[in-house]
């Protein structure tokens, strides 16, 4: 996920129980062009795999040079990105703009299959819009080609992000294809809905998204419920406070402290939804742009007081949890130093 799905993100994700993990979508002309910021999302830490590096682009020979860039960094698969609704990726044929224009999809799956030395995978959506799916065919047309496992999120393009997902297509395009994995995909934000997906649908895999932001338990829930049928105790505050406090840490690592201060800036909503005090907690949060700072009121923040109060170091200082925080491995070579 775009701006989500960074390496601290990823590690963390994995720690509770991902079995995949996939970058952020890298527009190939970014990767091209050799742009910073499309450059520095091929990153992985070996400690990741199986990971997956996604692409996306519309034009044909761009994704062909960066499906060979993102080979070279060597991922355990490289994964297109034919979903993207976004109005500035598809009006490229980027994303699920090229649901519009099937034989270039064919195409282009086809070209980055011929330059990678890995497995190619395929996110894809139902169809443009109502009057257009044709994912059955698709599916069919992909596998043809030689992808190794084919997602789909159970929306058309038309749809963006809104109503329900239509899960009811799965089954269809589990039929339409012969061997290779399904990956199911849409609202399956909750350990119970993985399992309804699943048995509803029969699709292979099922792939979470929104349902990870801020809550990365939702891997080690989802595994204890699908073989317990039960759901685990939500993890304490203090387990909460740990793995924000880690995130920070590995963001800052990756990043540098002031930009890895920023960006986890976005990460607190999703961390502290539904928690007395999230917002006022945030807003403290917010003011500090040195890692130290963040950790000192993140640390000593007691969610449980009935009144607000400017919290206080006291028990644990923040060099004492730099210590106990596990380090990243390093990552591997500069995806910058890539030919
Ligand atoms: C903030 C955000 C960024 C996303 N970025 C990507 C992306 O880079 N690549 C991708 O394949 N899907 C991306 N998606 C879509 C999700 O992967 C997923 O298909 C969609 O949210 C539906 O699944 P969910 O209900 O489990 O979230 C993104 C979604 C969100 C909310």
Redesign the pocket.
């Known amino acids: 996920?775009?701006?989500?799905?960074d390496p601290p993100f990823r590690i963390i994700c994995k720690r509770y129980g991902a079995d995949l993990l996939?970058t952020?979508?890298i527009s190939s002309g970014g990767l091209v062009h050799g742009a910073e910021g499309s450059v520095r999302k091929l990153e992985f830490y070996e400690e990741e795999r199986p990971v997956g590096i996604?692409i996306?682009g519309g034009d044909e020979e761009q994704v062909r040079e960066a499906a060979a860039i993102a080979d070279a960094q060597e991922p355990d698969l490289i994964?297109i990105?034919f979903?993207?609704p976004v109005k500035k990726v598809v009006c490229k044929d980027g994303g699920a703009g090229i649901l519009r224009d099937l034989p270039k999809m064919e195409r282009i799956t086809a070209s980055v299959i011929e330059q990678a030395t890995r497995p190619v995978t395929v996110?894809t959506r139902l169809g443009w819009n109502d009057e257009s799916i044709q994912i059955e065919q698709v599916a069919r047309m992909l596998e043809d080609v030689g992808i190794a496992a084919l997602?789909v999120?159970a929306?058309t393009r038309a749809q963006m992000?809104r109503g329900e997902?239509r899960w009811t297509w799965l089954p269809k395009v589990k039929a339409a294809l012969r061997d290779i994995p399904l990956i199911g995909?849409?609202?399956?934000?909750a350990p119970e809905k993985v399992q309804a997906m699943f048995d509803e649908t029969g699709v292979d895999a099922v792939?979470?998204?929104?349902?990870a932001?801020g809550n990365p338990w939702i891997f080690r829930d989802t595994k204890a419920f699908l073989e317990t049928g039960e759901v685990p105790a939500p993890p304490s505050w203090d387990e909460r406070v740990a793995v924000v406090a880690e995130h920070l840490t590995l963001k800052c690592a990756w990043l540098g402290e002031r930009k890895g201060v920023l960006e986890m800036r976005r990460m607190y909503g999703g961390y502290f939804k539904g928690h007395r005090g999230a917002s006022q907690l945030r807003q403290r949060l917010m003011e500090f742009k040195d890692r130290d700072g963040v950790l000192e009121v993140l640390l000593n923040w007691r969610p449980e007081d009935e009144e607000l109060r400017v919290p206080v170091a006291t028990a644990v200082k923040p060099a004492v949890i730099k210590a106990r925080l596990p380090r990243p491995a390093r990552l591997p070579a500069k995806a910058s130093q890539v030919a």
Do not use: L, P, W
């Not at 996920?1 to 799905?5: G, H, T």
């Not at 995909?185 to 934000?189: H, K, P, S, Y």
């Open positions: 996920m775009e701006d989500v799905s996939y952020e979508f996604q996306f994964d990105n979903g993207c996110k997602a999120h929306r992000y997902a995909n849409g609202d399956a934000t792939m979470i998204g929104r349902g932001i």
